[in-house]
């Protein structure tokens, strides 16, 4: 049940707006997961002494959001409920790569937690997790705010408002109207 909660929350950030064939997104899959070189999005646990990297205060709540690294997953921590009036991006950690186009299709992990819960919906942190590419303009508005303008190799985290989420909410992923949601982002590459 769990992986398939998983699979659902991942369509559900990836099915947002924009359209391709499927042998378009295959074809681009493929060239931009071997353009990173990630086969596997990392699973480790955070260790215990990690200190987060971003700390916010929303209208109601808080959150800390300790960055992925190499091995471990990010761990997003949240005193529920959480919200935000405005959509909030933070850099984790800045990548040496190019720059991300708002049109890009980029290959990422990400982990993604509920505000409202604290609760984890999606995400491809976790054993045999593999990176998602997408393009930029078929996601959810907050994930693409999150990701355009930053360099390829950044780990970055994103407060989103429900207009920038789902709205109107998502109850197979356990998103009601009025969620903010949370997300930590490992952009690997961009093409």
Do not use: H
């Amino acid at each position: 049940m769990k992986n398939v909660m998983l699979a659902l929350g991942a369509a559900l950030v990836l099915t947002v707006a924009g359209c391709s064939s499927d042998s378009d997104s295959d074809s681009t899959a493929a060239d931009t997961t071997a353009a990173s070189g990630v086969e596997s999005c990392p699973a480790e646990p955070t260790k215990a002494d990690a200190s987060p990297q971003w700390t916010l205060k929303g209208a109601t709540g808080e959150l800390e959001v300790v960055a992925a690294t190499e091995n471990e997953a990010p761990k997003i921590t949240v005193e529920a409920p959480f919200k935000v009036d405005e959509t909030e991006v933070k850099t984790l950690a800045e990548g040496d790569g190019e720059v991300v186009a708002p049109t890009a299709t980029v290959t990422v992990c990400y982990l993604g937690v509920n505000g409202r819960t604290g609760e984890r919906f999606d995400g491809n942190y976790r054993e045999g997790g593999s990176p998602a590419t997408f393009s930029l303009d078929g996601v959810i508005q907050g994930f693409s705010k999150a990701i355009a303008g930053q360099k390829v190799g950044s780990q970055v985290a994103v407060a989103m408002t429900p207009q920038d989420g789902y709205p109107q909410g998502q109850p197979a992923a356990g998103i009601e109207p009025g969620d903010t949601l949370i997300f930590e982002i490992g952009i690997l590459s961009a093409a």
